[in-house]
């Protein structure tokens, strides 16, 4: 079955490091893979997305991420990490006209 | 950019009453709504796809006859939860996408707690 799974339910990284949150696929053909952001009772924000192209893509408030199609990853960076950086993160893919989600990993930013 | 409101962002009501959540995209018109419901600490599902003017589409395991879903105008869907129960309690997330778009604009949810 065609899925993105995040692999961690909880990141936490310091204030002003380097940030990854992991995403991997199982999308045949050439997969669009999404990120999303949710902060806390709101609704999801968009971050970015990959169709083609560059394997680097860049999105909202300094996000970026890495097209990997050797080892089926999508994974999101940061260069440098803000505290207002928490958050929930999904991972995601279109199917037909729908969205599915991975299962989120809760970032948290530590002061 | 597109904006999808949803109304109210919040609701508490007794177990047995339904309950009514409307979703509007405010500066488009949207074909094609969706309906999420989040768990805590959980992903979120997909309810159901409502296209304007037909009826909506449910996923596998949503009740139709508990979550009804209209989709009357081109800015407009609802969700009633009917006869809700505290197993109904949940954050539910609506989004929106105009005719011919690809693109899925969500609003902010709407947290209902059945007591």
């Known amino acids: 079955a065609q899925s993105v799974a995040q692999p961690e339910d909880q990141v936490n990284v310091a204030e002003g490091n380097p940030l990854t949150v992991k995403c991997t696929y199982s999308?045949?053909?050439?997969?669009?893979l999404f990120w999303y952001v949710q902060y806390p009772n709101r609704g999801l924000q968009f971050l970015l997305k990959?169709?083609?192209?560059?394997?680097l893509v860049k999105g909202s408030y300094g996000f970026e991420a890495e097209f990997n199609k050797s080892q089926t990853s999508f994974h999101l960076k940061k260069p440098s990490a803000l505290v207002s950086d928490s958050a929930l993160y999904f991972c995601?893919?279109?199917?037909?006209?729908?969205?599915?989600f991975g299962k989120g990993t809760r970032l948290h930013i530590l002061p | 950019g597109a904006v999808v409101s949803q109304h109210p962002s919040r609701v508490i009501c007794k177990s047995g009453t339904s309950v009514k959540i409307e979703c509007r995209s405010l500066?488009?018109?949207?074909?094609?709504m969706f309906w999420y419901r989040q768990f805590p600490k959980k992903s979120l599902m997909l309810m159901a796809t409502?296209?304007?003017?037909?009826?909506?589409?449910?996923e596998q395991g949503v009740e139709k006859d508990k979550f009804l879903i209209n989709h009357a105008s081109l800015t407009l869907s609802t969700l009633t939860v009917t006869s809700a129960h505290p197993e109904d309690s949940s954050f539910y997330i609506c989004?929106?996408?105009?005719?011919?778009?690809?693109?899925?604009?969500f609003g902010p949810g709407t947290r209902l707690l059945v007591l």
């Open positions: 995601a893919h279109p199917r037909w006209d729908k969205i599915i």
């Open positions: 500066d488009f018109q949207a074909t094609t």
């Open positions: 989004s929106a996408r105009a005719r011919g778009g690809t693109t899925q604009y």
């Open positions: 990959y169709i083609t192209g560059d394997n």
């Open positions: 999308v045949s053909g050439n997969p669009y």
């Open positions: 409502s296209n304007e003017g037909s009826k909506a589409t449910y």
